[in-house]
């Protein structure tokens, strides 16, 4: 089982649109989370981080599950310049290496 | 430019030989690492460092891939004998140390390696 799991999609929304993404990880000790866009044939940048009480940045909104061990993303009013690849990214206490999950395209249509 | 820089961003070389890729990482953080992404994938983990200390390195990493940051500054890549299967992006990505929480790794434009 890898360690971050995420649905690869294609999500094909319209423009206005609003899109959930879910992350899980299997390791308990993960301490950090972050959510990394990437665009096509480009290096992959921070978005945002995630954090216990769930955290807002314009139209994205992310959220953290411990329990479950799950992380979301959600963006409002999708725009065309949001189709990207977003990445959902952990550290694991102990070792602080960054882990990816597969990332999730998405694809905002006019 | 003060990010993290990468070079050369394209080398096309023939399999059997060998290649190396250079990062330059912001200069004030003390972690380096290194990665590998293939098409439809995330980054895959390689190896990182604490300055110039080696801290880990991932099964991935066969004994043909060598890293190195010998002063604990800038960080090269070694792959011998290259194979077709090595053909990816590999990525360097820096950050402060991440003791403390949500501190974000920055990456560098990456190296496209094309084994033909």
């Known amino acids: 089982r890898k360690e971050v799991e995420q649905d690869p999609g294609p999500f094909n929304v319209p423009e206005g649109a609003t899109v959930a993404f879910n992350c899980t990880y299997s390791n308990s000790a993960s301490q950090s989370f972050f959510w990394y866009r990437q665009d096509c044939r480009k290096e992959p940048k921070l978005l945002m981080s995630?954090?216990?009480s769930g955290n807002e940045d314009g139209r994205f909104t992310a959220q953290l599950n411990r329990a479950s061990q799950y992380i979301s993303l959600l963006i409002r009013d999708s725009k065309l310049s949001d189709s990207a690849t977003y990445l959902c990214?952990?550290?694991?206490?102990?070792?602080?290496?960054?882990?990816f999950g597969t990332g999730t395209r998405l694809k905002v249509l006019a | 430019d003060t990010g993290v820089s990468q070079d050369p961003r394209h080398k096309i070389t023939k399999r059997g030989q060998n290649v190396t890729f250079r990062c330059d990482p912001i200069s004030e953080h003390n972690r380096l690492y290194w990665y590998r992404q293939t098409l439809g994938q995330g980054p895959e983990f390689l190896t990182y460092f604490q300055n110039e200390a080696q801290l880990e390195k991932s099964r991935l990493l066969s004994d043909r891939f060598s890293a190195e940051r010998p002063k604990g500054s800038f960080s090269t890549l070694e792959i011998q004998r290259t194979e077709q299967g090595d053909s990816a992006m590999y990525l360097c990505?820096?950050?402060?140390?991440?003791?403390?929480?949500?501190?974000?790794?920055?990456f560098g434009q990456g190296t496209r390696l094309t084994v033909v």
């Open positions: 995630v954090y216990s």
């Open positions: 990214v952990v550290i694991t206490s102990g070792t602080y290496k960054y882990i």
């Open positions: 990505a820096s950050s402060p140390n991440p003791a403390s929480m949500n501190t974000e790794a920055f």
